[in-house]
T-cell receptor
């Protein structure tokens, strides 16, 4: 079946704008993760969903970041009042359950000007 | 707090060489450890997943080992090829929720 998809692939936002990043996980995958990846670094954990429940949001850097997965499938990461330091690649991953591999989407490259 | 370190940060080898990439983690209470490959501008591709109860996993020319007691994992690549050039990342699952990544090893295999 299809892999994890993310949209948009690229987003340029002016400082202060709100953005919404979408993740379509693999069908039937219970777990969904969001990560932030800066250039030359490994992905940094942002938040985790099990079905529609957000079980860990300890990695969200500020209250400007908000994630949801209302029906347990598609997820949206929203960033309010974007700042230049929010510029990064945002990766989404899903997995069938905790005993299985994570599968990653291609990422959304966010540039805040 | 779990920390994951990868050594070396970069590696350049001639084609055909066998090589080892290292990953260390500070908290041995991991659920599993996963190795990924990332090509420039792309997402991550899963290579191998080792459960905490396992010692190693193999896929083709790749072999990954896990030693929880010493907090180490290694990824062995046999007979390297130019197509293996990429960044290799290891990630420790701390218990089903949070996954901690290393910064990666950038591998360049020269033809």
């Amino acid at each position: 079946g299809a892999g994890v998809s993310q949209s948009p692939r690229y987003k340029v936002a002016k400082r202060g704008q709100d953005v919404a990043l979408r993740c379509d996980p693999i069908s039937g995958h219970v777990s969904l993760f969001w990560y932030q990846q800066a250039l030359g670094q490994g992905p940094e954990f942002l938040t985790y969903f099990q079905n529609e429940a957000q079980l860990d949001k300890s990695g969200l850097p500020s209250d400007r970041f908000f994630a949801e997965r209302p029906e347990g499938s598609v997820s949206t990461l929203k960033i309010q009042r974007t700042q230049q330091e929010d510029s990064a690649v945002y990766l989404c991953a899903s997995r069938r359950s905790s005993a299985y591999e994570q599968y990653f989407g291609p990422g959304t490259r966010l540039t805040v000007t | 707090k779990q920390e994951v370190t990868q050594i070396p940060a970069a590696l350049s080898v001639p084609e055909g060489e066998n090589l080892v990439l290292n990953c260390s983690f500070t908290d041995s209470a991991i659920y599993n450890l996963q190795w990924f490959r990332q090509d420039p501008g792309k997402g991550l591709t899963s290579l191998l997943l080792i459960q905490s109860s396992q010692r190693e996993q193999t896929s083709g020319r790749l072999n990954a080992s896990l030693d929880k007691s010493s907090g180490r994992s290694t990824l062995y690549i046999a007979a390297s090829q130019p197509g293996d050039s990429a960044t290799y990342l290891c990630a420790a699952d701390t218990g089903g929720f949070k996954t901690i990544f290393g910064a990666g090893t950038r591998l360049f295999v020269k033809a």
